[in-house]
């Protein structure tokens, strides 16, 4: 005869929904127990890309990836059912780079090829852009200015100068209006020469340009006849100077002492040069400098002589 023990149907149940209550905290503890792993992997993969970043080294695929390492003794043995609901969960669940098989990015690692060797990918780094530094370059910008109105200052005070010719006492050799380069050292280290075209002082603010005839020591004389006579011989000169009709002071032999000069304008007879007393000799250390160089009109542009 059968019977329906309530106490011992009750006393079942029980054990089933404790059995189901065990189940169900070994699957959170395995849950915990994974995430736990992942954030350790996660946490020593961040380190070393660090550190191959400090030495300069591009990281390798390997310390990208995440690995999910459960050692044995942390697995739990799930029952067929849980394992089941767990694979499908795991099915319809979609890919974060949380999951140990998806790297950042959302991207599937290739699978290994044959020999166990994985197909290391190739990662672009970033390029950082170049920082431009406006003060740095603003810097640099004034010291290069100074540097050129530097060595300007320093050409046209002690090298060189720049003038411009007035009047036609030089003609047919310069014309009024000519723009001149005068070196000023040409004769620190030398004496002048013969025919050289000089500029000197005439007034407190007007120079003067002439062609010297006469050098120190020599005896200078214009005869009547418009011929130059240094140390009693006639000076051959060029034909484009015309012969003088006046020959000044210089119509008596002259005796040039040391560092004297006598000059003449190569227009002749339209030029106040040394043959006149206000004019004289010039000394050696009152010339500017040698007119070396015609700038302007660039037609004419090159050396003079």
Same mark, same amino acid.
């Given at each position: ?5 309530? #106490? ?5 149940? /029980? ?34 890309? *660090?550190?191959?970043?400090?030495? /300069? ?53 290739? !699978? ?14 970033? !390029? ?17 200015? /100074? ?16 003038? $411009? ?6 003609? &047919? ?14 004769? *620190? ?17 007007? #120079? ?46 002259? $005796? ?13 007879? #339209? ?8 004019? /004289?000799?010039?000394?050696?250390? *009152? ?9 302007? &009109? ?8």
């Amino acid at each position: 005869m059968g019977y329906f023990d309530e #106490n011992e149907d009750k006393e079942k149940e /029980g054990i089933s929904v404790l059995a189901e209550g065990l189940s169900g905290k070994e699957e959170k503890a395995a849950e915990k127990q994974r995430l736990k792993e992942e954030k350790r992997l996660e946490k020593e993969r961040r380190k070393k890309e *660090k550190e191959a970043r400090k030495r /300069g080294e591009e990281p390798s695929d390997d310390e990208y990836e995440l690995k999910s390492r459960i050692t044995p003794e942390d697995t739990v043995t799930e029952s067929p059912d849980q394992k089941k609901d767990g694979e499908t969960a795991a099915a319809a669940a979609p890919a974060t780079a949380s999951d140990p098989g998806v790297v950042a990015g959302g991207e599937v690692p290739e !699978e290994a090829p044959e020999g166990g060797k994985k197909k290391k990918r190739k990662r672009r780094r970033a !390029e950082k852009p170049e920082e431009v530094n406006i003060v740095k370059d603003l810097l640099s910008l004034i010291i290069y200015i /100074g540097i050129v109105v530097l060595a300007c200052f320093l050409i046209v005070t002690y090298v060189g100068r720049r003038t $411009t010719v007035h009047g036609d006492s030089m003609e &047919p050799t310069l014309q009024s209006g000519d723009s001149l380069w005068i070196n000023m050292l040409a004769y *620190k280290f030398g004496d002048p020469k013969r025919y050289d075209i000089i500029v000197f002082p005439y007034q407190d603010d007007v #120079n003067y340009i002439k062609r010297i005839i006469g050098l120190p020591g020599e005896t200078v004389q214009i005869t009547d006849a418009g011929d130059i006579l240094i140390n009693g011989k006639v000076l051959e000169e060029p034909k484009r100077f015309d012969r003088m009709r006046n020959n000044g002071i210089a119509s008596s032999p002259i $005796t040039l002492g040391e560092n004297e000069y006598f000059v003449l304008g190569d227009n002749r007879n #339209n030029s106040r040069d040394s043959r006149w007393a206000d004019v /004289g000799l010039i000394k050696k250390d *009152k010339i500017v400098g040698k007119a070396v160089f015609r700038l302007t &009109p660039f037609k004419n542009f090159g050396s003079i002589d």
